[in-house]
């Protein structure tokens, strides 16, 4: 079954609005949760490591204020576009892992997001 | 630096046909290795994973890869493709101490003929 549930699936809106993202751990608790970024026929960029309780650790040239990241619990982890462009338009991903760099990573399915 | 490299970015094989899609990493240490497919429009599936000891590891749908640190390489294997195995395949190398991160690879799509 299932270790991730990622919703929506896929989102279309107006520019200049909001959209949350949410990445849910089913099987564990997650300490640790990754959101991606993937371009047509590219690899997975990552966008920032969300770790439970904390700030969120972004990779480089990252916008943090246009992306927030909110590790509420251990199952939970939201990924918030905010005041988004056209250009935001992408697939997002999140995956899930209990924190070790021998674990593997579980992916969501990811979410369309297209900004008209 | 860290990095994986998918020399292939895209591949054909005829259904029934074996397959090798090739893997190689730079890293300091002992590596994790994984193997993760992704059909379109999805997310990414784990094929397998080599943390250590025996340096050929199997995997889910048939798959295997060997771990060869000579060649600094883990190549991916399937004796016999399926028309259900196109998709795009990513290997990915953990990166110790720091909780679970993973550096992809460019991808190689598999495109399999009838």
């Known amino acids: 079954g299932a270790v991730v549930s990622q919703h929506p699936s896929w989102v279309i809106c107006k520019s200049g609005t909001s959209v949350k993202i949410e990445c849910r751990s089913l099987d564990f608790q997650a300490t640790t949760m990754f959101w991606y970024r993937q371009f047509p026929k590219q690899s997975l960029m990552l966008m920032a490591t969300?770790?439970?309780?904390?700030?969120?650790?972004?990779e480089q040239g990252v916008e943090k204020d246009k992306f927030l990241i909110n590790h509420a619990s251990l199952t939970l982890s939201t990924l918030t576009v905010t005041s988004a462009h056209p250009e935001d338009s992408s697939f997002y991903i999140c995956?899930?892992?209990?924190?070790?760099?021998?674990?593997?990573?579980?992916f969501g399915d990811g979410t369309r997001l297209s900004i008209l | 630096a860290q990095s994986v490299t998918q020399p292939d970015i895209h591949i054909t094989v005829s259904e029934g046909a074996s397959l090798e899609l090739r893997c190689n990493y730079s890293y300091g240490a002992t590596p994790y290795l994984f193997w993760y497919v992704q059909s379109p429009g999805q997310g990414l599936q784990l094929l397998l994973k080599?943390?250590?000891?025996?340096?050929l590891v199997q995997g889910i749908k048939g798959f295997e890869a060997e771990f060869k640190r000579s060649q600094s390489s883990f190549n991916l294997r399937k004796p016999s493709v399926h028309w259900s195995d196109a998709a795009e395949y990513f290997c990915a190398v953990g990166v110790r101490n720091q909780g679970g991160k993973l550096i992809f690879g460019q991808g190689t799509e598999l495109s399999v003929k009838p």
């Open positions: 969300s770790n439970e309780g904390s700030k969120a650790t972004y």
């Open positions: 080599y943390f250590s000891g025996d340096t």
């Open positions: 995956s899930v892992t209990q924190g070790a760099s021998n674990q593997p990573q579980h």
